[in-house]
């Protein structure tokens, strides 16, 4: 009864307020550990919650860091002081809030980790990716290198070839060792032994591709009688003239006539230069011993002159001349169509008269012509 006794009855709760304390205490740590934020492998290790003496209404919001003093831009020395000023369930609300954070903190890193670890396998993925294509891409060029060099490297056996559909290259007898399933297109453009014109224009003779230099050295070099000789130079550069040596001038011709052909070689590539009337018009162009897609590679310049001008070119040039400048022909174009195209260079006779000379000992003088081949 005596009066401090009473007051330290007073600071004591009472039953009810005490159980009503303590269970919204854990009603909101049992709310943290449910939360996503707090993953199985923390959870066992967030301490029991201690009963509290404080009110339900003071557990309705958390105290925030901030608000306690105990904020990251707050001063070390002011922690200590800052703490001391707390009331138990202030100091437990500021741990589990800590807790918390920290959490969330490892939860990124271990997200960000992941994703590395993702990212790095990604790469690792593509790098395979990017070096097994290389790998095959190498291979391929190796294998078409083989084949150009080693055209036998890809023939298939006969029994191969019963099994399988595989047809002989009907220019077999000449040297070509091809076997497909299909060869329609390998012997109509592909085949290296398909016959082929020789650059006389007046040779009845079609050798195969890959022996027509064979055949001009050794049927044009003026040894065979009815054989044409084809002049063989070089360079990519050639300067002569053509001449007449029959009866008739030519420009009374009605007939078809050819000159003889004029070899010429630049990158290994072996070019021909060809002159054809057909009357009223000349055709002069220049062939390449190869195919379509080489002919695109190169070009040829033809320029046309009077031969007694020849050495004597003032500062304007010749006093009549014509030249031309363009692709060169595939030796697989025939001569009938260049006429039947206008390929190459073609002009009328009233453009040549004024560039060919006199008839003087049984020889028409025609005129004179520098070529030159080049890559485009």
Known sequence: GDPESSILVSKIPSRQQTKRVTI????????????PLATSSYREDIPSPLPSTRPASAMESPTSLHTLGLGPEVHPN????????????????AYLELMDHVKRMERQADLREELLRRNQKQIEAKDKIIKERDMLVRKM????????EEPESVSLAPSDASTIGAVR??????????????????????????????PSLTCPIKPPFAKLLEHV???????????????????????????????????????????????????????????????PDWHLWVYIIGSEKDAEKYQATIQLFREDEYGQV???????????????????????????FSLGFMVHDKQIRSLCGTISNAEEQLFGYEVSVYRK
């Open 78 to 93: 002011d922690l200590e002081s800052n703490l001391r000023r707390l009331k138990p369930i202030q100091v437990i609300s």
């Open 24 to 35: 919204t205490t854990r009603s909101e740590y049992g709310n943290y550990r449910e939360s």
């Open 141 to 148: 060029e190796r294998d078409l290198e083989r084949i150009d």
């Open 169 to 198: 290259c009907r220019f077999f007898s000449s040297g070509c060792p091809y076997r497909l399933p299909s060869m329609e297109f390998h012997e109509d453009r592909e085949c290296k032994f398909r016959p082929t014109r020789c």
């Open 217 to 279: 050295q050794d049927d044009h070099n003026g040894s065979k009688k009815g054989r044409d000789r084809i002049c063989r130079n070089n360079s990519n550069q050639l300067v002569s003239s053509y001449v007449n040596i029959d009866k008739e001038p030519v420009f009374y011709k009605t007939t078809r006539m050819t000159w003889v052909a004029n070899e010429l070689i630049c990158d290994s590539f072996h070019f021909f230069l060809e002159c054809m009337r057909v009357p």
């Open 314 to 340: 003032a500062d304007l040039g010749y006093s009549a001349q014509r030249s031309y400048t363009g692709q060169v022909i595939s030796i697989h174009r025939s001569k009938e169509e260049i006429a039947e």
